[in-house]
């Protein structure tokens, strides 16, 4: 007798045993990679070498030329102190990129630590204390989530004051949870799967499975992860620096140049559309260029 | 089958079709042919069954009669006519009548085939909405008739039942319900029993024979000769997108003329095949497998009273294994078979000592195994090494083959270059070039990556190998390549092997004795031949009944 | 660890829903009181006292003992924590150090102008999104292209730069919408369009993705092959299936809706929880603020209870099953 059943996985696409698959060419990036990299080429040097771009003061007042429409002189007009807005656009580039940068980096480190925490404590720990942890250390990805950034930098800023620091704490820790979730669920998966416990079957400590699969496959999702949210940390800089939590006048920061412009909209829209507008463009450029960073990491996994 | 009076008309009929797909949607594109001058014919009350291995472009053929090839395809046929009409010239409003309401559509494994969020009835609801057979009031009382024609018990419970809910058989019969709803003239089948136990596919195929027999066309897509020969009335059988050979049923498979097909009908493992090679020589004979040696008396391997249950806390346990006791001798093949359920996957842990049984023990050469505190197992590790069903799964995915191959040499403490050496020497001896070493498993075929696992658990020189459903996801040639690998090495080597699998033809091909189980218990145990050819319990007799007929090979 | 999957038959709950609401119910008490303490012990932590604020530039020491007396301040911590949690489970949450008045009653006002802008936009978001991604799902590629584009414009604008160009065009030039206030629909517009955009971006980008994976499963060759119509094809399946995990960040949204919402206020000049709060910010009016803190701790899990609801509602197989 005979019978040829397949089990229930799904057929796995075998070519002719023996032919090798071809490498897959790997594609050129779109325009829009290139335009996005361009623009955050020039960011860059916003914040290493401004002088390079502007010979005006970004602080001083010069409030004889206040209030001045875009012209050949000031390229975007001047606010309502007369500092040339141009200057201090590409002065306050460097707190919010800097400032989103550092945000992003306390908010990967803590929510990483504590996703790993979650995800192996059912591996690690036997039984009910094991579930218990992830447990605990769910409900604190639960608490650091019930508080948008604002309101979080706002408690904070009611305690200490405002400044720099303070909000770069306050948006690293609101931005905690998305790693720690992500980094909670892929552990989780990858302690569950069957290299893994082949790893067991050669009789490998734990440690070594921990530094050599675990950790390594667990955490792939993150510096693309962390590279997409630089764009949401700049957002969340200005958005607080707008409110007054953040760096305080004569600062040239984005947010705060917004805030200074809100009153004087009608007379003088230039003063507050041009900050904006780079904020929007370096976001953009960041989301852009992060995105295809995880194109190209999915491509080459599978 | 073949009446008196002339030949009713084709429901469809296909001259040179040929099927080209481009690798992306702009207009020079590169395309690749997938399916090349096929022609056939199916009429009513007859079963035509297109049979081939992966890549032989079976189901490609078989979604060109719906239009369903997808934006990339590009078909051209001398002749493709869907009931008299030229379906080459067909609008995409053309296309929508005739899907459903000439053709029926059956997919393999109903859990991802029907929307899991909606129910029975809906689903067979949305065909007769779409086709406008009975109004929308009407629609609930004619999918409970439907799901009656095709044999699901207690109709009117299930039409609001969700697909999980149901069982592998009922759900593939609801499948089926939807697919006939709008009382297509044909019905295409792509691999319909797969992923479904023995005894439920045999249902399944009955309520196709069903159809078959009150005047539908059938045409039956699989990779399962076995499957099909019970069915069939007309045999096409493929290989990368050409007709090897087509005729009826009984002349294919019972004396094929090509050589693929004598080729493939031998690679069926079964008692006929037992200590032969599956993969025929030049000549075409059957080349017997080199010698086993078995130690009856030396137990290398023996479970006591194994059980496990699972689920915690106040609900009620599941037991996966109860009561299971068995031993394996030194070069012996233990088989053990069951249906999904029956607790095989748990025992496959339990020997691999990766769960610790709630009692019994499992004895490893007389030392205790499990339950044992891991780092007193650890030393002994080499013993006992695992093939699992999908290889690439096992494989870390970020690693190359050569280090795959390096974490099992290194637990013998065989490092660097002399790893490098044993690496290259293993994977000589189960039939790859050492260029492998380089690649990504990604690259490699099915067969080449488990053929990569087999060498990685021989790294260790183990004295068991637990092969879990090795080959139950490759193509019959390639299984019939890895079975004959497994079987020299065993004859080298001297290994004992535990061979879990559902197919019990597989089972018979390569076990000395075999363990039948069944929820969660032992069945019947003894000598292979015993226990499949007079079997004492009526479960076994059940599962050797629900076989698909015999293929004379 | 198994190197098997073991196919372990679920059981039907009970009462599966009621089993979801008691959990999420549990830890969003945990999570509110999670809240609370560490909002608490962190003012506990900082230098300079609340008597300080209070008594302002009084420097006479009986008074401030006084002061401190009558807010309860001279107590030991541990008492003070305790009383506080107390006050809290009645609702109490305590007296505005500047304005005299109760947190709840200076809070209340504002509530309703705020929660109603955050509902619109809420609403207003889930619209757009749905319209954008069934637009673009599996189109031809520059209508996808143009699309897409515009959900990443919406996602990285900030909230207080598209709300001035919006005033700029539609308020001072054209003049269709009042620019600031609280009076009626037509100062909610401008508002609710703003704060929604951001949400509406990212839950299209979301619902697209999913649905263009929806679309590759094999249930939805079944359904073509039965002859539905594309568009019914993604409506009727594909944002069904969208939907679980468009849920799951319309929840962590909802929490950026309420930070959106003080921006947003403040730009537009409208009354809200937001100006409150920010007063309350400079003033160092601490119960205020922890009074919003804890309203938003309490609106997220409120939020996050219904979705979970919802989701378990919406996914069959999540109920578990007789076979």
């Known amino acids: 007798m005979s019978a040829l059943d397949l089990a229930r996985r799904p057929r796995v696409d075998i070519g002719a045993d023996g032919a090798p698959a071809p490498r897959a060419a790997r594609p050129a990036p779109p325009a829009a990679v290139l335009v996005s990299a361009a623009v955050l080429a020039v960011i860059a040097l916003f914040v290493v070498w401004p002088g390079l771009f502007t010979s005006f003061d970004p602080v001083r007042s010069d409030v004889a030329n206040s209030l001045q429409a875009p012209s050949a002189q000031h390229w975007f007009g001047t606010d309502r102190l007369g500092r040339d807005v141009w200057a201090r656009v590409v002065y306050g580039a460097r707190y919010s990129v800097l400032i989103g940068i550092a945000a992003t980096a306390i908010g990967v480190v803590g929510g990483t630590i504590i996703g790993i925490g979650a995800g192996l404590s059912g591996a690690f720990v036997r039984g009910r204390a094991g579930r218990l942890l992830d447990e605990a250390l769910t409900r604190v990805i639960d608490v650091l989530s019930s508080l948008p950034a604002i309101l979080l930098a706002m408690l904070v800023v009611t305690f200490t004051g405002p400044g720099i620091g303070n909000i770069a704490v306050a948006i690293g820790i609101a931005g905690m949870p998305l790693y720690a979730r992500v980094v909670r669920s892929q552990t989780m998966v990858v302690v569950r799967t069957d290299y893994v416990a082949h790893a067991a079957v050669y009789g490998r400590s734990r440690a070594a499975v921990l530094t050599e699969h675990v950790l390594p496959n667990g955490l792939t999702a993150v510096p693309v992860l962390a590279a997409i949210d630089i764009g949401t940390s700049i957002l969340a800089v200005s958005g607080l620096s707008f409110l007054g939590l953040g760096p305080q006048p004569p600062t040239p920061e984005w947010g705060v140049m917004l805030s200074e412009a809100r009153d004087i909209l009608r007379i003088a829209p230039w003063a507050g559309i041009f900050p904006g507008l780079f904020i929007t463009a370096t976001v953009i450029s960041v989301t852009v260029v992060g995105r295809w960073l995880q194109r190209a990491a999915d491509r080459r996994i599978s | 089958m073949t009446a008196a009076a002339p030949a009713p008309a084709p429901l469809v009929q296909v001259a040179s079709l040929t099927v080209d797909f481009a690798s992306s949607s702009r207009r020079r594109a590169p395309r690749t042919r997938v399916v090349r001058d096929v022609s056939f014919a199916v009429r009513p009350g007859e079963c035509v069954a297109i049979v081939g291995e992966s890549g032989s472009g079976k189901s490609v053929t078989a979604r060109t009669l719906l239009g369903l090839s997808g934006p990339l395809a590009h078909i051209e046929a001398d002749r493709l006519e869907i009931d008299g009409r030229d379906a080459r010239r067909f609008s995409e409003a053309r296309w929508r009548e005739v899907r459903g309401g000439t053709i029926g559509m059956v997919l393999q494994d109903a859990l991802v085939s029907l929307d899991p969020l909606r129910t029975v009835g809906a689903e067979i609801g949305e065909v007769l909405h779409t086709h406008r057979i009975v109004p929308r009031a009407a629609s609930r009382d004619r999918a409970i008739e439907l799901l009656r024609q095709v044999g699901v018990p207690r109709p009117d419970e299930r039409v609001d039942q969700h697909p999980h809910e149901l069982s592998g058989g009922l759900r593939q019969r609801a499948l089926i319900a939807s697919a006939i709803a709008a009382e297509p003239r044909l019905i295409i089948a792509d691999e319909p029993t797969t992923a479904l136990d023995v005894t439920v596919q045999k249902q399944v195929l009955d309520t196709l024979q069903r159809r078959v027999d009150e005047g539908s066309g059938l045409l039956l897509i699989s990779h399962d000769l076995a499957v099909v020969a019970g069915i069939a009335d007309h045999v096409i059988v493929m290989r990368q997108g050409e007709v090897v050979e087509q005729g009826p049923a009984a002349e294919v498979l019972g004396s094929p003329r090509e050589e693929y097909t004598r080729e493939l009908l031998a690679a069926i493992p079964s008692r006929a095949s037992r200590g032969f090679r599956l993969g025929r020589t030049e000549d075409g004979s059957a080349e017997p497998l080199p010698a086993r040696a078995v130690e009856a008396q030396d137990t290398v391997l023996e479970a006591e009273g194994l059980r496990k249950t699972f689920g915690r806390g106040r609900r009620p346990a599941t037991v996966a294994v109860d009561d299971v006791s068995f031993r394996v001798a030194r070069g012996e093949t233990l088989g053990i078979v069951g249906e999904s359920g029956s607790g095989k996957s748990t025992v496959v842990n339990l020997l691999l000592g990766l769960t610790d049984p709630d009692a019994g023990s499992v004895r490893l050469a007389g030392e205790p195994w499990a339950p044992l505190p891991e780092r007193e197992r650890r030393r002994r590790r080499s013993a006992v090494q695992l093939i699992s069903q999908d290889p690439l799964s096992s494989f870390d995915p970020r690693w190359t083959v050569e280090r795959v191959i390096a974490e099992s040499t290194r637990a013998t403490g065989v490092t660097g270059s002399a790893a490098r050496d044993r690496a290259r020497w293993l994977l000589e001896r189960v039939g790859l070039s050492s260029g492998v070493l380089e690649r990504h498993p990604r690259s490699l075929s099915g067969g080449q990556r488990q053929r990569v696992a087999i060498a990685r658990a021989l790294a260790p020189d183990p004295r068991v190998l637990v092969c879990d459903e090795p080959t139950s996801a490759l193509d019959v040639s390639v299984q019939a390549q890895v079975l004959d690998l497994l079987a020299e090495i065993q004859a080298e080597q001297g290994t004992s092997l535990v061979f879990v699998s559902h197919d019990l033809g597989v089972v018979h091909h390569v076990a000395d004795r075999v363990v039948v189980m069944k929820d969660a218990r032992i069945v019947e145990q003894g000598d292979v031949d015993d226990v499949f050819l007079r079997p004492r319990e009526e479960y076994t007799r059940r599962l050797i009944d629900a076989l698909p007929q015999a293929v004379s090979a | ?323």
């Not at chain 3, 999957?5 to 008691?22: N, T």
């Not at chain 3, 609340?50 to 309860?72: F, H, K, S, T, Y």
């Not at chain 3, 539905?228 to 594909?238: D, I, Q, Y």
């Open chain 3, 1 to 323: 660890m198994s190197a098997v999957a073991v196919d372990a038959p679920r059981r039907a709950g009970v009462h599966p829903i009621l089993g979801v609401l008691a959990r999420r119910v549990v830890s969003g008490i945990i999570v509110l009181w999670a809240t609370a303490t560490v909002a608490f012990w962190t003012l506990q932590l900082v230098p300079g006292s609340p008597v300080d604020i209070l008594a302002g530039d009084m420097a006479d020491a009986e008074l401030r003992e006084a002061l401190a007396r009558e807010w309860g301040l001279d107590l030991p911590a541990w008492q003070q924590y305790v009383d506080f949690l107390g006050r809290l489970v009645v609702g109490d949450l305590g007296q505005s150090y500047v304005q005299q008045q109760p947190v709840v009653s200076v809070l209340g006002d504002q509530l309703g102008s705020t929660f109603v802008l955050a509902l619109a936009a809420g609403v207003l978001a889930v619209a757009i999104a749905v319209v954008l991604s069934t637009a673009t799902v599996g189109r031809a590629r520059v209508r996808r292209g143009v699309l897409s584009t515009l959900e990443l414009v919406f996602v990285s604008v900030p909230v207080f730069w598209s709300g001035l160009l919006l005033l700029i065009v539609f308020s001072f030039q054209l003049g269709w919408f009042p620019a600031a206030g609280a009076g009626g629909v037509r100062s909610l517009v401008l508002p609710a369009v703003t704060l929604a955009l951001p949400t509406a971006g990212l839950l299209s980008q979301v619902l697209r993705e999913s649905m263009e994976r929806t679309l590759t499963e094999p249930f939805i060759v079944t359904v073509r092959a039965r002859g539905v119509r594309e568009s019914l094809v993604v409506w009727r399946h594909a944002l069904r299936h969208a939907a679980l995990p468009g849920m799951t960040v319309l929840g962590s949204l909802a929490g950026g809706l309420l930070g959106g919402a003080v921006i947003t206020e403040t730009v537009f000049g409208r009354p809200g929880i937001g100006s409150i709060s920010l007063q309350a910010v400079s003033n160092k009016d601490v119960p205020v603020v922890i009074g919003v803190v804890l309203l938003a701790a309490a609106v997220y899990v409120v939020v996050s209870t219904l979705l979970d609801l919802a989701y378990t509602l919406a996914d069959p197989r999540l109920r578990g099953g007789a076979r």
